[in-house]
């Protein structure tokens, strides 16, 4: 039952932590720390995903070859996925002078509010699952792994914020339209809790699929605008909180230490 709480707890504070920093960045337009926090949380997805998570599920008792297999689903699963919705989850695009979000010109998602809340649903229910079966190996793990997700979600639920308002939502509205998006955290965590516990032989598998999916939000969504970065200047603070990412994923693995 404790984990249990923790899990519930975490789930709660990630939805609603990231929630308030996204409304705050969002309604204030502080394009600049939205940047910030896109390169830390870059170094948190992957440190977490290869230096934690991978070697939990190892130590659980999943065969090299099939740990190798589960990242592959994963990482094509939600390459698929995301083909398929047409719902990318690109947090910041320059060059062209428009405003993007999620991979599309602002000007032509206003009629796109509610398949984005209900994806959003969706998006939130498996990190409460992710958050949930991190707990069910150790303090530590859940812990770090609730740190990740939280990162993940502020550039994310920024793009959200910004469809709503775009839409013509109010910027109340768009608060609790998020929120009530976000509470498919908490249910993920608990139903994750519930299964994971009664079926131990589906954690390592569970651990694999959440490491891919770190694996591939940061290589496949975050990277790439650090990559397009021409200038030296630029670029050398932008990689140094991707290492503060990764050192701060590195303190929290020590918790259970």
């Given amino acids: 039952m404790p984990t249990l709480l923790f899990i519930v707890a975490a789930n709660v504070a990630s939805t609603a932590v990231s929630l308030s920093l996204a409304a705050l960045l969002s309604f204030r337009l502080l394009s600049d720390l939205v940047d910030r926090?896109?390169?830390?949380?870059?170094?948190?997805?992957?440190?977490?995903?290869?230096?934690?998570?991978?070697?939990?599920?190892?130590?659980?008792?999943?065969?090299?070859?099939?740990?190798?297999?589960?990242?592959?689903?994963?990482?094509?699963?939600l390459f698929l996925l995301?083909?398929?919705?047409?719902?990318?989850?690109?947090?910041?695009?320059?060059?062209?002078?428009?405003?993007?979000?999620?991979?599309?010109?602002?000007?032509e998602v206003g009629r796109g509010a509610y398949p984005i809340l209900i994806a959003d649903a969706f998006h939130n229910f498996?990190?409460?699952?992710?958050?949930?079966?991190?707990?069910?190996?150790?303090?530590?793990?859940?812990?770090?792994?609730?740190?990740?997700?939280?990162?993940?979600?502020?550039?994310?639920?920024?793009?959200?914020?910004?469809?709503?308002?775009?839409?013509?939502?109010?910027?109340?509205?768009?608060?609790l339209f998020m929120l009530l998006s976000g509470c498919s955290a908490v249910l993920g965590g608990i139903g994750g809790y519930f299964v994971l516990a009664r079926a131990q032989a589906l954690l390592p598998y569970a651990l694999a699929?959440?490491?891919?999916?770190?694996?591939?939000?940061?290589?496949?969504?975050?990277?790439?605008?650090?990559?397009?970065?021409?200038?030296?200047?630029?670029s050398l603070p932008e990689v140094g909180f991707v290492f503060l990412g990764v050192v701060i994923a590195i303190l929290a693995m020590s918790l259970d230490r």
């Avoid at 991978?54 to 740990?67: H, M, S």
């Fill in 209 to 234: 699929i959440a490491a891919a999916s770190f694996v591939y939000i940061a290589l496949s969504d975050l990277l790439p605008e650090l990559m397009r970065r021409s200038s030296l200047r630029k």
């Fill in 82 to 107: 995301e083909k398929a919705t047409l719902i990318h989850h690109t947090h910041h695009h320059e060059g062209d002078g428009h405003d993007h979000v999620h991979g599309y010109d602002a000007r």
């Fill in 126 to 175: 498996t990190d409460g699952v992710v958050i949930a079966a991190a707990f069910l190996v150790d303090l530590g793990t859940g812990v770090v792994t609730a740190l990740a997700v939280l990162a993940h979600e502020i550039p994310h639920e920024i793009g959200d914020f910004m469809i709503l308002l775009n839409a013509g939502f109010s910027r109340r509205r768009s608060f």
């Fill in 37 to 77: 926090m896109v390169h830390v949380s870059i170094g948190l997805l992957l440190a977490t995903a290869l230096v934690n998570i991978l070697p939990e599920a190892l130590e659980t008792g999943l065969r090299p070859d099939r740990l190798g297999w589960s990242v592959l689903v994963g990482i094509l699963g």
